[in-house]
C-alpha cells in the first residue's frame, strides 16, 4: 500500500546518544519534509528536499543532519541527543502541486 | 517569507453549533491554501483545500472560504460533532515556477466539541 512510514515510533534514549529517525515513502515523491512537534502544537519545519542529493535546513534551527540518497528514502540524524531534543517528529512527502501527506511520528525521549 | 496566522488557538463548541477557524497570510504569491486536521495521537490529514482561482469550497459538513484581496482564508464546520474535535493547521503555499514551493503552516487551532 502506497504509504509513507516512520521507524522507530516510539523510542527512549540516553543524553548524548546518535539516533537516526527512518522515514520511507511509496509514493514516488520528490519533496519530503521534516517537522518537530510537541503533541497538538505548532509544526516547525527543520529539513527539507527537493529530490535525490537536495537538503535544506528549515524555519527551526536543528542540531540535526538529513541525507536524500534516494528517492523514497529521508533518514534524520541526531549526532549526540540532548533532553531538549524530546519531542514528536513527523516526516512528510508531496508530488508537484498536490497535498503533502504526514507519516505516523516518532516520539523521542532524550532522558 | 510566509507569515500564516491562525485564531483562534482554542476553540469550544456545544455538539450541533458551528465552528469557524481563521488564518491571513502575507504573500501575495500564495495560491494553495490546505487544511488539516491532526486528532489526537495521530498525524495531520488534509481536509479541504482551496486554490486561488476559487472564493469557496465545500465538502459537506465543512467549507472553505478565500478572500485574496484581504488575504485571509477561513474553514467552516457546521453541525459539529464529537468525533470533529481535534487540532486544526491552515497553510498556505504558493505555486512559482521553478524552485521550492514551501508550504507555511499555521500555529494550530484546538476544536473542542461538547457534546
Known amino acids: 500500500e502506497a504509504d509513507i512510514y516512520q521507524t522507530p515510533r516510539y523510542l527512549v534514549i540516553g543524553t548524548g546518544k546518535k539516533i537516526t529517525l527512518e522515514c520511507s515513502q511509496t509514493?514516488?515523491?520528490?519533496?519530503m519534509y521534516w517537522y518537530q512537534q510537541d503533541p497538538g502544537m505548532e509544526l516547525h519545519l527543520i529539513h527539507y528536499?527537493?529530490?535525490?542529493?537536495?537538503?535544506e535546513k528549515g524555519d527551526l534551527s536543528s542540531e540535526s543532519t538529513v541525507s536524500r540518497i534516494r528517492t523514497e528514502h529521508f533518514p534524520l540524524t541526531l549526532e549526540s541527543a540532548r533532553p531538549s531534543h524530546t519531542s514528536q517528529y513527523l516526516c512528510?512527502?508531496?508530488?508537484?502541486?498536490?497535498?503533502?501527506?504526514f507519516g505516523p511520528g516518532t516520539r523521542l525521549t532524550v532522558l | 517569507g510566509e507569515n500564516v496566522e491562525q485564531h483562534p488557538s482554542t476553540l469550544s463548541v456545544q455538539e450541533g453549533d458551528s465552528a469557524v477557524i481563521k488564518c491571513t497570510y502575507s504573500?501575495?504569491?500564495?495560491?494553495?491554501f490546505p487544511w488539516y486536521k491532526q486528532e489526537l495521537g495521530k498525524r495531520p490529514q488534509l481536509i479541504i483545500d482551496?486554490?486561488?482561482?476559487?472564493g469557496e469550497k465545500k465538502d459537506q459538513r465543512i467549507a472553505v472560504t478565500l478572500n485574496k484581496t484581504a488575504k485571509h482564508f477561513s474553514l467552516h464546520i457546521t453541525e459539529t460533532q464529537p468525533e470533529d474535535s481535534a487540532v486544526y493547521f491552515c497553510?498556505?503555499?504558493?505555486?512559482?515556477?521553478?524552485?521550492?514551493?514551501?508550504?507555511?503552516f499555521g500555529t494550530g487551532t484546538k476544536l473542542q466539541v461538547i457534546p
Open positions: 512528510a512527502s508531496r508530488q508537484g502541486g498536490h497535498e503533502q501527506f
Open positions: 482551496i486554490r486561488s482561482n476559487v
Open positions: 528536499s527537493y529530490g535525490v542529493n537536495s537538503t
Open positions: 504573500d501575495s504569491a500564495s495560491n494553495y
Open positions: 509514493m514516488g515523491h520528490d519533496k
Open positions: 497553510a498556505a503555499r504558493p505555486t512559482n515556477s521553478g524552485g521550492y514551493q514551501k508550504v507555511t
